[in-house]
């Protein structure tokens, strides 16, 4: 989330897109609400009308799928009756800057397009730069290259009739939500968008939230109050492990991991770190360098910089990214080509899409470990329905481990915000913390390359697991100093000396020579000394500036530097002057800044506010995604059309796609589109909430929604069992059926949507049915592999 | 702080935050409320966050100073500015997911072809697993790709997980896996 979750109360309009909070994050609904209570508009865009919707004034039904019509026709809207915040879009943002002239834009296709390769070419859209090297820019936008006449342009053809056309959505629904949003874009309003899975869950994820962040932008709804763009996660650490780099494409601290063409630590410093040329731009990421060379030094305190470089893994520069992410792993896996498998704290076997495909490749493992709460789907696998356990070879490992209140640690939750949990209870039955078990076992495979020798030892050898131990056991207060840092030697830095040992007070004081440690740059500031760690704060005082945005600075600690809004630069005007003085963010008053902590620092209008972005203007036109610069609808890999109404470019032409992956595209076999959602009750694959009695009394089994319509014309009464099949699998089921769940009009066909919780698993409880992926497909999208489980085809009869 | 403003609490999260779930409202009927109070009188609170959507609602748990030393009652923390004390039907059934029988005490193991778990001791497993590791990685260990170039891993062992694990324990964990040499790492953020 760029906000926090209390700042939404100081929305005036809150767009809910692709998510259910009332349902799915239910306290931060309490959020929602308090901001319905001070008078804004509340909006639900979803395909089933839910808990959500029903506390919203305005709300539209779209069909899974249909996200960037929506959108598109929102942007069209905004642009072509100037409702923009004019001034933040001139000044904070690249609307003014010219586009090269190789870029275009032709029926669904990005100018670079390699078709044999399914990859663009993408600088063909770089920006012109001026001799300076710097972005040129045209501040009357006259230049028909500019980035706001190129997105006009391209947007154009999302009238309401193309829009309605594609999502299956009244003119009238699109109009009001438009209108109503759109009413954000003046200098003291504020609008916000909350949006989770059915965002990021399709083959054009990533230009879905690009989408709205165009429309933010716009409206000048990026770092204020009641702004921003909040995705709204599911997991109580998944931004933690995200910020810890558990991907194959980054390191702690989103520092991307080196590929096989850098030779030389250098070459891959050089490679990652962007430069700007324009005195105003902040270009933060100019600073890798530094956190690059500390993360090496939490690892390999002992190696060179260089020597360290040579220890970490490579993954292939001449292959895509995607081969290394999820959906890939599990297909060569499914070719017998993985031998082993660590699934830690996971259920692989129900989360992932195509579930039936992941259970069958873990058979063709040597072993598997799994580390978990409960045994679960994947841990046995190898007895579920279908499967023959004498014939499949492979070994599986159970470690039981604590739960989250038996240990302690910290968690960083959607707001940023890193909270330390204590400790409760000792483990019970003496299981163990997932931190002892893996120091442990990483101790007996060290012990063996020390003892026997083996296939380059040497980054095992020398892995500073010093750091995280104490009294023999897995220390969380000894390593959350790693992730600060702290200096190797004394280092005098503007005058002041710090000591070797001593926690680095701020990322700013990052070293690139080496001489500190920080194991995740974006947590230095988290544990300025060694027996302090800000995350432990129960303080909730704060300033009438911080109290007025129910803002709480000293309640633990948000990263980065205990900044609350990000880029809340852009809330200012050049003089250091709100926008909004009722609901200021930051303020420049007697010469410094008061409020939220500043992005970028420095005197008012001395910087551009986007600091993470290369040359500090807010991203209209996005040159660095795989899929284009702007977003373009494309029907999902699986839909009910063959053509759609915006180009002959059905799907997303550089999607994640498997030859052998089986796809129903308007095949009457499977009429209906499907979605997976999650119910209050039960979280994610149900691992952790099928055991408890009073979650499953409420919820006790996988239901299938309907609606009456579609539910007459196959004979279905409502609580009879159903069959949901797909190409890839079947889920049995409960009908539901409903009118919270409509039919649509799309390209003049009527089509059904239907859908269902993925929460069940076979293991338990008994006749509560299976995991919902069991139907989905392992397409992707193309910059992160994010399967497409929100929008496919799958057809629904009597079982 | 009176327990009778927590146990109040606690009865407005269920009824306030979490009209779906009516069925906390009826378990807990006035004489077990009660006996809760009873137990609060010789316990330790510690204070922790939801180990499930990433809201971050802050809890109390109650662990008893006597007996086994369990967790008695986790409840919202009504100082958390976020939840205010208020919890989702998945935060407030909390403690049966710590507390609950299902949980194995010990490792398991599954032979090839087996059809059944068997019960072992944690160093035989720390102990089987390495040596597993250790054959895998020094079988598959490729120092340069086809191209001729360093890369210095192995790309035949996988990890998947873990958002549910601290930010110290995530971070270890990365450390390891790439000490030994993997490149598919993945968690629950790609899916
Ligand atoms: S109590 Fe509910 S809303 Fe709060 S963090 Fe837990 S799961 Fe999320």
């Known amino acids: 989330m760029t906000n926090y979750w209390e700042d ?73 009756n100037k409702l923009f915040f004019a001034d933040y879009m001139r000044e904070y943002t690249n609307a003014s800057f010219v586009v090269g002239s190789k870029f275009s834009f032709k029926d669904g296709l990005f100018s670079g397009f390699d078709a044999k390769k399914k990859v663009y070419d993408k600088s063909t859209w770089a920006f012109e730069m001026d001799a300076n090297g710097v972005p040129v820019r045209d501040d009357s936008f006259k230049n028909p290259r500019c980035v706001l006449n190129l997105l006009q342009k391209h947007f154009e053809r999302y009238t309401l009739d193309a829009v309605t056309a594609a999502t299956g959505t009244s003119k009238e629904d699109l109009l009001a939500v438009y209108k109503a949003f759109a009413s954000t874009g003046t200098a003291e309003r504020s609008g916000t968008i909350m949006y989770a899975m059915g965002y990021t869950q399709k083959t054009v994820g990533v230009q879905n939230i690009r989408s709205m962040s165009i429309v933010q932008l716009l409206l000048g709804n990026i770092g204020v109050a009641g702004g921003g763009v909040n995705a709204l996660r599911g997991e109580s650490n998944v931004q933690g492990s995200t910020d810890q780099g558990l991907l194959a494409n980054i390191l702690p601290g989103y520092i991307d991991v080196p590929k ?150 910290s968690v960083t939750n959607s707001s940023r915000v890193v909270q330390w949990r204590y400790r409760g209870p000792h483990p019970l039955n003496n299981v163990k913390p997932d931190g002892d078990i893996m120091l442990e076992l990483f101790k007996e495979i060290r012990g063996m390359y020390e003892k026997d020798g ?261 004979g279905i009464n409502n609580g009879d069992r159903v069959l949901l099949s797909s190409p890839r699998g079947e889920v049995n089921a409960v009908a539901m059926v409903t009118e919270r769940i409509q039919s649509f009009t799309i390209m003049g066909k009527e089509v059904h949507q239907i859908g269902l919780p993925w929460h069940y698993g076979w293991v338990t409880p008994n006749f509560g049915g299976d995991s919902a992926n069991l139907l989905t497909s392992s397409v992707g999208e193309p910059n992160t592999g994010i399967p497409e489980t929100k929008a496919f085809m799958a057809n629904v009869r009597k079982a | 702080m009176p327990v009778s403003r927590r146990t109040f609490l606690k009865f407005t999260a269920g009824a306030v935050s979490c009209s779906a779930f009516t069925g906390l409202g009826i378990s807990l009927a006035p004489a077990m409320a009660q006996a809760e109070i009873l137990k609060f009188q010789k316990t330790t609170i510690t204070t922790t966050v939801c180990c499930y959507c990433a809201v971050g609602c802050g809890l109390l748990v109650h662990t008893a100073d006597e007996g086994k030393g369990r967790s008695v009652n986790v409840e919202g923390d009504p100082d958390h500015p976020v939840n205010e004390g208020a919890l989702c039907a998945k935060g407030a059934a909390m403690r049966q997911m710590a507390e609950n029988k299902a949980r194995p005490p010990k490792p398991m193991y599954r032979a090839a072809g087996a059809k059944e778990w068997k019960e072992v001791e944690w160093d035989w497993a720390y102990a089987e697993i390495a040596k597993r590791v250790k054959a895998e990685r020094d079988a598959s260990f490729t120092l340069k790709n086809s191209k001729g170039e360093t890369v210095n891993r192995t790309e035949t062992m996988v990890s998947l997980g873990s958002a549910a694990l601290d930010n110290e324990e995530c971070w270890s964990y990365q450390a390891i896996q790439r000490a030994l040499g993997l490149v598919h790492i993945e968690h629950q953020a790609r899916i």
């Open chain 1, 454 to 714: 083996g296939a380059y030892p040497d980054p095992i050898k020398a892995l500073n697991i010093a750091d995280w131990e104490e009294h023999n056991e897995y220390s969380p207060r000894k390593v959350a100093r790693l992730l600060n840092g702290y200096f190797l030697k004394d280092v005098t830095i503007n005058g002041t000396t710090y000591t070797k040992g001593q926690q680095v007070p701020s990322f700013a004081m990052l070293q690139a020579d080496g001489s500190t440690t920080s194991g995740c740059w974006v947590l230095c500031g988290m544990q300025p000394a060694a027996d302090k760690h800000l995350g432990m704060r129960r303080d909730k005082t704060a300033t009438e500036m911080q109290a007025n945005l129910s803002m709480t600075p000293n309640w633990a600690w948000a990263w980065p530097v205990n900044r609350r809004i990000i880029y809340n630069r852009a809330s200012v005007d050049a003089t250091g002057k709100p926008f909004a003085p009722q609901k200021a963010v930051i303020a420049w008053k007697d010469g410094k800044w008061v409020g939220d902590v500043v992005d970028g620092g420095g005197d008012p209008g001395t910087k551009h506010p986007f600091i993470m972005q290369t040359h500090g203007m807010g991203a209209l036109f996005g040159p660095g995604r795989e899929d284009g610069p702007f977003p373009e609808h494309y029907e999902p890999m699986e839909s009910p059309l063959k053509k759609h109404g915006f180009s002959n470019q059905r799907v997303n032409p550089v999607a994640y796609l498997l030859p052998t992956e089986k796809l129903a595209i308007a095949d009457a076999k499977f009429p209906h589109i499907c979605t997976t959602y999650r119910v209050t009750e039960h979280w994610q694959t149900g691992l952790m909430t099928r055991r408890q009695e009073w979650l499953l009394e409420a919820e006790p089994e996988v239901f299938c929604e309907m609606n009456p319509a579609l539910a007459k014309s196959i």
């Open chain 1, 260 to 409: 096989s063409s850098f030779a030389k630590y250098e070459d891959w410093v050089k490679a990652s770190t962007p430069v700007s040329k324009d005195p105003k731009s902040v270009n933060w990421w100019g600073n890798k360098p530094k956190y690059i060379a500390s993360l090496l030094k939490s690892m390999y305190p002992e190696a060179t910089l260089e020597e360290a470089f040579q220890m970490l893994p490579k993954v292939d520069a001449h292959r895509k990214m995607t081969d290394y992410f999820w959906l890939n792993i599990f297909e060569r896996m499914h070719k017998g080509e993985m031998k082993g498998l660590f699934a830690w704290g996971m259920n692989p076997a129900c989360g992932g899409a195509n579930a039936q495909k992941n259970r069958e490749a873990m058979g063709k493992l040597k072993w598997l470990v799994n580390v978990n709460l409960y045994e679960n789907e994947t841990s046995s696998f190898w007895k579920g329905p279908g499967m023959k356990p004498e014939s499949i070879k492979t070994e599986v490992f159970f470690l039981p481990c604590a739960a989250s209140y038996e240990k302690e640690g």
């Open chain 1, 8 to 80: 939404i109360s100081n929305s005036d309009c809150v767009l809910m897109m692709g998510c259910n909070p009332a349902e799915n994050h239910p306290i931060s609904f309490k959020w929602v609400l308090r901001a319905k209570d001070k008078g804004a508009t509340l909006i639900h865009v979803d395909p089933r009308f839910t808990r959500t919707t029903g506390h919203c004034q305005l709300s539209a039904h779209l069909r899974s799928g249909s996200d960037i019509a929506f959108i598109g026709g929102m942007i069209n809207y905004i642009l072509a």
